[in-house]
């Protein structure tokens, strides 16, 4: 099975044409793709982003401007600029004269952000179904349904599973026709992204069923759009209990940091 976390050192893979012509794009699904128009902070921001998220640079792990510069082969100032964009997104701290560290995943933070999730995907689910979905992006959904089976099947890995779950959603967002939401929820998605990694690395068996984004499909190709809200505030619910049953087994309160556990 191939390692969760090693998406940021893969291959670059083509977008589908109907996620490709998506105008807000998980993170997730830009890895290896080609990002034009960013200046040295924008990509010094995406490179180091991209680090935390796959837990490359794990929580609690410590670096300094310096090192990041030599490994991205650029001066200490776009980087600087970049660590105070990711101070502000709430994904490192600033140690006094002793450098950087990667924020804490807690559970209390965990729980609200999994809460807004099943807030916004519902509700998208639900305006996509009213507005009715296009052909190719249902096609699109019912290949990426299709991928939870796989991986009960041994035919697929981790990683794809989660790179399945989080295009499903980001294509029913764009489908729902509020840009707005659409950004809000690929927002959420790229921060929830770390916790499902988390999860996914003290538990592997943590991940979504065989069916259950078949239900949304299902929903969206009715036109249900009570059903389809439901149907996938079902998944989103289910995902966090899962996350909080899981994450419990490496805290002893609900804001204590998330620990990382050991590779193999």
Known sequence: ??????????????????????????????????????DRTGQAYRAIRR?????TLPPGSSFSEASLARQWQMSKTPVREAL????????????????????????????????????????SAAAAARRGVEGPALERLEELAEVPGALAAGEADLEQSLRAGIEFEAVIADAGGNGRYAKAIVGVLDELERVLRMAALIA???????GELAGVHERLRARD???????????CERVRRDVS????????????????PPRT
């Open 84 to 123: 105070g964009r990711l101070r502000r997104d709430g994904l490192v701290d600033a140690l006094p004269r002793a450098g950087y560290v990667v924020s804490p995943i807690t559970l209390q933070d965990t729980d609200d952000l999994c809460a807004l999730r099943t807030l916004l995907a519902g509700e």
């Open 204 to 210: 592997p068996e943590v991940a979504s069923p065989p």
């Open 1 to 38: 099975m191939a390692s969760l976390i090693a998406d940021g050192r893969e291959a670059s893979r083509p977008l589908h044409p109907v996620t490709g012509a998506m105008a807000h794009l998980p993170a997730l699904l830009l890895v290896g793709q080609e990002v034009t128009g960013l």
């Open 225 to 235: 759009a009570d059903g389809a809200r439901e149907a996938m505030r079902g998944r």
């Open 245 to 260: 049953r899981v994450l419990t087994k490496s805290a002893s309160v609900s804001r204590a940091g998330i620990e990382m």
């Open 51 to 55: 680090q935390i998220i796959d837990l």
